[in-house]
């Protein structure tokens, strides 16, 4: 007994009707999930490559370093802590250019230049 009549309204007829509703609620709100998800993914994906190529540049450049090639700079705009690690990776070649350049003029026999030593210069306190 599924239709029971009150005036003119029938049970049954309402609860097909919530049920249809219900129905496209559910529907409307996979698509929203799958949505989101896939939103999700893509940011992720761009935040990650954002991160990882800069730091994939910093450590080529660190291990042409290591293997003593010297290039000439770490091409990072970045304004974070991965650009200053490029800026300071930057001063870090410049410092190794200078002291090249003074040893292959003691080796060619200039004793004139002065010697500037990094120590010497005041820290910058954390």
């Known amino acids: 007994m599924d239709r029971f009549q009150s005036g003119e309204i029938y049970w049954g007829h309402i609860t097909a009707v919530f049920r249809e509703n219900a129905l496209e609620i559910i529907y409307s709100l996979l698509i929203v999930a799958l949505v989101c998800c ?25 291990r042409d370093l290591s293997r003593g090639k010297i290039a000439n700079q770490v091409e990072i705009k970045n304004k974070d ?28 026999g200039d004793l004139t230049y002065q010697i500037e030593l990094v120590s010497c210069q005041p820290c910058n306190a954390v």
């Open 81 to 108: 802590e991965i650009g200053e690690m490029a800026k300071e990776l930057n001063a870090l070649i410049e410092n190794l250019k200078k002291k090249a350049r003074l040893a292959e003029n003691i080796a060619e």
């Open 38 to 62: 896939l939103l999700s993914i893509l940011v992720t994906f761009v935040a990650s490559s954002t991160i990882s190529k800069p730091v994939t540049i910093i450590n080529s450049f660190i």
